[in-house]
């Protein structure tokens, strides 16, 4: 199974920071790599997929980047509303499809 | 646009099994697998298996090998999680899910059912 290792499990940050989140594969997976937006008590959120296709509906200044190993989820200026947990999931390789750990973005 | 909505809350006892359903509206239901995700306190998302409605395929994961099972009612446009012995650590939300012709991830999700397992 391909396993996806997130960076950092959480950081702190400010109103209008930016903020950079790590994913890095097992193994290739070409860009076959989606980025959820999780808040508390809700369903996980589509930002991202292909490694850096914006979802419709999802701000652009959230993007992403990466292929084959190593990928990057971008937030170019923290809003509150973007205080949650993003995970990276993988779809190149399944069963099983595979999450990141999660990276928690708290308020600083 | 795909709607998914799943069953209320249930309570367990050790060893015991819980069937959480997930109706769909929207979108033909045959046209896509309807996946099962685990969201156990402090801990990740963890993807369970899915099913393809239009053939009836399962595929779980290892971890969820032998006690999970997901079934579709097509007439009804709904799928099923079973998850039998469950233990304290099946505590958890379980979200079902969908995706659509653009690849293998989750663009439409239920609104969650959060199964507590308590003697």
Redo the contacts between chains.
């Keep these: ?1 391909i396993q996806l290792t997130q960076s950092p499990s959480s950081l702190s940050a400010s109103v209008g920071d930016r903020v950079t989140i790590t994913c890095r594969a097992s193994q290739g997976i070409s860009s ?1 790599l ?1 980025w ?1 937006q ?1 808040k508390p008590g ?5 930002l991202i ?2 490694a850096s296709t914006l ?1 419709s509906g999802v701000p652009s200044r959230f993007s992403g980047s990466g292929s084959g190993t190593d990928f990057t989820l971008t937030i170019s200026s923290l809003q509150p509303e973007d205080f949650a947990t993003y ?1 990276c ?1 993988q ?1 190149n390789n ?9 990276t928690k973005v708290e308020i600083k | 646009e795909a709607h998914l909505v799943q069953s209320g809350a249930e309570v367990k006892k050790p060893g015991a099994t819980v069937k959480i359903s997930c109706k769909v509206s929207g979108y033909t239901f045959s046209d896509y697998y309807i ?1 099962w ?1 685990q ?1 156990a306190p402090g801990k ?4 369970m ?1 899915f099913l393809d409605p239009e053939d009836g395929e399962e ?4 971890t969820f090998q032998g006690r999970v099972t997901i079934t579709a009612d097509t007439s009804t446009n709904t799928a099923y999680m079973e998850l039998t012995s469950l233990r304290s650590e099946d505590t958890a939300v379980y ?1 079902c ?1 969908t995706h659509g012709p ?6 439409h ?4 059912t959060l199964v507590t397992v308590s003697s």
Excluded: C, M
Aim: aromatic share 24%.
């Design positions: 199974a076959s989606a959820y999780q809700k369903a996980p959120n589509l997929y292909d979802e995970y999931q779809f399944y069963p099983p499809l595979t999450f990141g750990g999660g | 996946h995700v969201k990740g998302l963890e993807w298996g595929i779980y994961a290892e979200y899910a653009r690849g293998l991830f989750f663009d999700w239920g609104q969650g």
